[in-house]
């Protein structure tokens, strides 16, 4: 495979590519129609004379403004320098990217996931520093010698670690006894006999290593580069060829327009290669790994959870939403291992849906997941994980996972873990959990349930993660493009019951009763006064989260429907059913304050409007359609799958 990663640093710089030489050369390669194998520029002769027609002005100075900008809150991008002809360029953020036709895919739509992806990045550097500062950041251990999969000639293992660590991975098992032998004797001879200490400096911490898998025209890469702090490198990588011409010379575009911020994208390393390999062949060499397939992340789970550093930061998405909401139930569980249900809470069920294939992915390597935030935006799913090595935390993995029991006739649903951690004195032992939860029939309807999962059923978020990141964005919200819609599904994710899985929909109990439904606060009143506890849902405008059990929520809509009787239905029904019963519980209507959110009760958006139309997936690269021609529902359902 070609790789297009630079070697020395020294090359990155924006006189590398600009010089009379390097011109000169490009010149060369044209008339003689051969490539232009300088390392690290994938384009050959064509892309190279572009490079030098286009940008070698802006290298003498001319038309880009050397002392504008410092505060990354503010991009000045009017003087840019006009791009190739054919091309357009994108603008997001600090990062510009050169777009032609449908060559190289963009999606614009992706701005809230790279919005919130660097916000959680920057978040993660903060924790990261402070773990570092208190001595409680984990120990970074890999394979080595025989056992390590990273080649002495690999083209990032020197971006990627340390002189230091580079001689540790090499050396056989010889070699390092020798070396823990030679460094106890040092230890005793100093000591001397004496109970004094030797005390070991710590190491300082390194810049972030970022590998963006699948980058495309490296839009996000070059994002990540300029608008973080403290960035060791940046791997842009890309199976497409094509890919990997764009990433060249959206990387010399932006060196061009933004000369001030020439070090920090000298750090983006374009990359040629299957991301599996990547991941595969650098063992826990990156502190963040960012994976935005094209469909279905499945394939890509194995390899991303070896090559996160201990307790790094691993950021997925998956765009396949027909599947992961129960559309193709089989092609689910052959991808993820899990069988969704197709019920009102889908949504969120398919974001447990990813986490449990995550961490399942985790256990096979002796690791587990921590999740700080995940989302159902629009029409994907983006998740972000800490992975953590622990053999005994490992072993917790199936008390965090469940199977869902859903009722076919109402909206009841149980949930039933996989496993269960047995405590007798010191004795801690992993059992099968213990169920089933549910009868044959629904206690409430008397009709028979559907068996879902297994899914993530611990806390899909972190609060203080939240919050922390919910701070950061409203304080620097002139630079997150999308902000109206991060500060949204923040402000949601901050206001939910972390321990309460999927949610209810209180519109589709109505109609399983045949009744108009009270409001949203009405319901969640009546829920408060009954003593437990109620909040929204993300991934759900009409969703209501609460710790209620099924029973007390259709008493509280047995009550109202004796106000508010339904029309007699034709034949036998799960709502009539239902409402044969007499309620237990006698609800209060009695409004309660925080039965709204402070969001709701502040007026602040929740779930805003998207700006503009068709704001959704696009198609791949290079499968541009004619106006005229027409592409049937199922072939466009396959693609996106």
């Known amino acids: 495979t070609l790789s297009l990663a630079f070697a020395p640093r020294a090359t990155h710089t924006r006189e590398a590519y600009f010089t009379p030489s390097f011109v000169a050369a490009h010149d060369r390669s044209a008339r003689t129609g051969g490539a232009f194998d300088r390392p690290g520029c994938g384009g050959g002769a064509a892309t190279a004379r572009t490079f030098a027609s286009t940008y070698a002005p802006c290298a003498r100075g001319l038309g880009v403004d050397d002392a504008r900008g410092g505060d990354r809150t503010t991009v000045d991008m009017s003087r840019d320098p006009p791009p190739p002809e054919g091309f357009d360029v994108v603008r997001e953020g600090a990062a510009r990217a050169l777009q032609r036709a449908n060559d190289v895919f963009y999606n614009k739509p992706q701005v809230v996931n790279r919005d919130l992806s660097l916000a959680m990045i920057r978040e993660y550097q903060r924790v990261r520093a402070e773990e570092h500062a208190n001595g409680t950041a984990k120990r970074n251990r890999r394979a ?19 002189e230091a660590e580079r001689e540790a991975l090499f050396r056989t098992a010889e070699e390092h006894g020798a070396i823990k032998d030679a460094e106890a004797a040092a230890v005793a001879t100093t000591t001397d006999g004496d109970d004094a200490t030797v005390e070991v400096a710590k190491e300082p911490l390194r810049g972030l290593t970022i590998l963006e898998g699948m980058s495309a025209t490296g839009l996000r890469a070059l994002r990540y580069a300029q608008e973080l702090d403290d960035v060791g490198c940046v791997v842009a990588n890309d199976l497409d060829p094509k890919a990997a011409e764009a990433i060249e010379r ?41 994976l935005d397939p094209y469909g279905s ?127 007798k ?43 922390n990141v919910l701070a950061e964005v409203e304080k620097n919200k002139e630079a997150y493009p999308g902000y109206n819609k991060i500060h949204a599904l923040l ?53 209501v989260k609460t710790d209620a059990p099924a029973e007390a929520l259709w008493d509280i809509l047995r009550c109202w429907a004796k106000d508010h009787p339904p029309k007699t239905q034709p034949q036998p029904t799960p709502g009539e059913a239902i409402l044969a019963k007499e309620p237990k ?34 198609r791949r690269a290079g499968t541009a359609k004619g106006k005229n021609e027409r592409v049937s529902k199922k072939a466009r359902d396959e693609e996106y799958e």
């Open 585 to 618: 519980l006698i609800a209060n209507w009695t409004r309660v304050p925080n039965a709204q959110s402070k969001s709701q009760r502040e007026g602040t958006p929740r779930f805003p409007v998207n700006p503009e139309e068709n704001w959704g997936p696009k």
């Open 144 to 162: 080595r010698g025989a056992a390590c999969m990273t080649a002495k000639d690999d083209v990032l293992v020197g971006a990627l670690t340390s």
């Open 491 to 543: 402000t949601l994710a901050n206001e939910e019951l972390l321990d309460v899985p999927l949610h209810y929909d209180v519109h589709s109990m109505g109609g399983t009763l045949k009744v108009t439904p009270p409001n949203a606060w009405l319901f969640k009143s009546a829920i408060i006064n009954a003593g437990y506890r109620v909040s929204s849902a993300h991934s759900n405008p009409l969703g």
């Open 425 to 467: 004195g010191n004795v801690t032992k992993y059992q099968p959990g213990a169920g089933p939860v549910v009868p044959q029939r629904c206690n409430d309807c008397g009709w028979h349930y559907n068996m879902g999962g297994p899914i993530w059923s611990d806390p899909i978020h972190d609060k203080q993660w939240v919050k």
């Open 297 to 423: 992340p499945s394939t890509l789970l194995d390899g991303a959870v070896q090559t996160v550093k201990e307790g790094g930061l691993l950021l997925v998405t998956a765009t396949d939403m027909a599947v992961l909401c129960g559309n193709n139930g089989e092609v689910a569980w052959a991808k993820y291992g899990s069988y969704p249900l197709r019920a009102k809470y889908c949504h969120e069920m398919a974001v447990r849906t990813l986490l449990g294939a995550i961490a399942n992915a985790a256990i096979k390597h002796k690791r587990h997941i921590v999740p700080v935030l995940s989302l159902s935006i629009d029409f994907y799913i983006r998740v972000f994980v800490r992975v953590y090595t622990s053999p005994l935390q490992m072993k917790n993995t199936p008390t965090k996972l469940s199977y869902v029991f859903q009722c076919v006739g109402c909206d009841s649903h149980e949930l039933q873990p996989v496993g269960r951690m047995v405590t």
């Open 250 to 290: 959206n990387k010399a575009y932006n060196m061009a327009c933004s000369p001030h911020l020439e070090e920090k994208i000298s750090k983006v390393i374009p990359h040629n290669q299957d991301v599996r390999m990547v991941c595969m062949t650098h063992e826990k060499m990156f502190d963040v790994v960012d």
